[in-house]
């Protein structure tokens, strides 16, 4: 790809930015762990929002979600679409009760409700998964699309650009804590959705018949109509690699199945996504902040989905169906297969004008750098206040604390750099990552579900949920990998298994409960006191205008 000189200056400018800010927002220094890992709890809801979604948003979107866009379609809009709903939920149901906990960690809610074995346990697996999986996987995905759009695409940039990410999130992070990075994140949306909306709106306009944006998505939804739909039925959607896009998004499992344990999974119960809602200056602010950031969400798929159908129409046959004779050559992988995550830096590449290059690249900069930052904040508030403080530094100072979590998010970065090169060996077991991050999360949500709700859920009953529902994960998981001819098991879409895992977890909780306590509360049970889910006025008129627009969708697009 050839980058002008302005698009070098529009990028330096954007990077020159985003450090300075971090570094004038964290002038201060972090003096106290609430000030580090809490943002000494003063950040507003259009900060906290915005936060939100530049902590979620990262090459995984803007390069995998437009890939699937390219294969599936709208479909896998439901990701962001349900997340926005699954975001009003927590604002009304889980942020009360963390905040009037006075929470800093996730784990911490587990050891004030079940016990401190249970937290350490569940605090040593998220540092294995932000470090091993998370902070290395946004690496390579970041590194490996930025080879693709910058370099040749052929690996030659790969190390520098995982080195050059790496310490551009640490500039500003290490130092300023999360005030830093709640902060840099408000110019860091902003980016990532201009810069994405500059891709969407000029590829419409090309593949437009009058040059307009409307009209581009007229002449998209007349040329791939079965890509437009939301709810799959098996045989619906056939990928361009021959796999049917049920398997992945297995119809009503969208809106009634397993998305929902993934969505409160990762939106309810992840560190570095909730972790700024705790920072907030009220629990009406955090809520609002919620609620600004489902509101963005609904905007997602415009930026990192329809990209994805575009590319599709401007790479297909006159039958409307991409071959491998209609498609452009770098769409096809060394193995003669579809490369689907091709679709977006496709687009670039060909069609953002110079000077916009620059924008566009600042925008999927911002997007991992984001994450980065926000992931290695969360890997040092775990770390130094769930198993530090309790375990090594019951004496130590607000100063060694937040020296600690320091050394402790330049520890993981280090890791992950060394580690993230090496995911380009794995081929395609790297594309089940998320897969497998699945066997355990039905687990988690299903302790923290009947932790949150359900009194008499006692610690035993948790401890056993967590460990068996992996075998039971495992089952449903054996069954795709050649015993599927056996009757002893069953064949599931992925959404499927979580779902099941996760309600066959929550049945083994409640009966070891009910054997364990005879029925009776458990003494750490959390008392819903009348009054606790009351939200304000903005929250609540946000909440039914995101319905609304929710339920317009589906029905459109059904």
């Not at 759009?149 to 030659?156: H, P, Y």
Request: charged content about 10%; glycine content about 10%.
């Amino acid at each position: 790809m050839h980058f002008s000189t302005l698009d070098y200056v529009v990028f330096t400018g954007y990077a020159l930015l985003i450090v300075s800010m971090g570094l004038w927002v964290s002038r201060k220094g972090g003096k106290s762990a609430e000030d580090y890992f809490l943002a000494s709890k003063s950040l507003p809801w259009w900060a906290i929002g915005a936060s939100l979604i530049a902590a979620n948003i990262s090459a995984e979107q803007f390069i995998g979600m437009s890939g699937s866009g390219f294969a599936i379609g709208l479909a896998i809009a439901s990701y962001e679409w349900m997340a926005a709903l699954t975001l009003l939920i927590v604002g009304k149901y889980f942020l009360p009760i963390f905040i009037e906990k006075g929470l800093y960690t996730i784990p911490e809610f587990v050891e004030k409700r079940f016990s401190t074995n249970l937290k350490t346990i569940l605090a040593v697996f998220w540092l294995c998964l932000f470090i091993f999986v998370n902070l290395t996987s946004v690496l390579y995905l970041g590194a490996t699309a930025l080879d693709t759009i910058i370099g040749s695409g052929d690996g030659n940039i790969l190390m520098a650009s995982i080195i050059g990410l790496a310490l551009f999130a640490a500039a500003y992070s290490l130092w300023g804590g999360l005030s830093a990075v709640a902060w840099t994140d408000v110019v860091q949306v902003v980016l990532l959705i201009g810069g994405g909306l500059v891709t969407s709106f000029i590829a419409l306009e090309h593949v437009s018949p009058d040059g307009s944006i409307w009209g581009g998505f007229r002449a998209i939804y007349e040329a791939v109509p079965s890509k437009f739909s939301m709810i799959l039925e098996q045989g619906e959607v056939i990928t361009p690699n021959g796999k049917d896009a049920w398997w992945d998004l297995p119809g009503l499992a969208v809106l009634i199945g397993g998305m929902w344990v993934a969505n409160l999974y990762y939106w309810g119960f992840n560190q570095y996504i909730i972790q700024r809602t705790l920072a907030a200056k009220s629990l009406k602010e955090s809520q609002r902040g919620i609620a600004f950031a489902a509101f963005l969400k609904l905007l997602i798929p415009l930026i990192v989905v329809i990209p994805g159908i575009v590319a599709y129409v401007l790479n297909a046959g006159p039958d409307g169906i991409v071959t491998a004779e209609s498609v452009d050559p770098s769409f096809i992988g060394k193995d003669g297969g579809f490369v689907n995550d091709s679709a977006a830096p496709w687009l670039i590449r060909n069609f953002i004008p110079t000077g916009l290059k620059g924008l566009v690249l600042a925008a999927l900069a911002a997007a991992i750098v984001s994450s980065l930052a926000s992931m290695l904040n969360s890997t040092a508030t775990i770390f130094t206040m769930d198993i530090y403080k309790p375990y090594f530094g019951k004496g130590a100072s607000e100063k060694q604390i937040v020296n600690v979590g320091r050394i402790t998010a330049a520890a993981a970065l280090v890791i992950a750099v060394l580690l993230a090169p090496q995911l380009s060996n794995l081929g395609q077991v790297f594309q089940y990552i998320q897969e497998y991050t699945g066997l355990v999360s039905p687990g988690i949500l299903a302790v923290f579900m009947l932790g949150l709700f359900w009194k008499k859920t006692t610690n035993n009953a948790a401890i056993w949920g967590v460990i068996l529902s992996i075998p039971i994960a495992l089952y449903f998981k054996v069954a795709p990998s050649g015993w599927s001819d056996s009757s002893l098991f069953v064949t599931l879409p992925f959404l499927n298994q979580m779902m099941w895992t996760w309600i066959l977890s929550m049945l083994i909780m409640v009966v070891i409960s009910y054997i364990e306590s005879k029925g009776a509360d458990h003494e750490k049970g959390i008392e819903l006191k009348k009054g606790l889910f009351a939200t304000g006025p903005a929250f609540n008129i946000s909440a039914v205008i995101i319905c609304l627009i929710l339920a317009v969708l589906y029905s459109l697009f059904w």
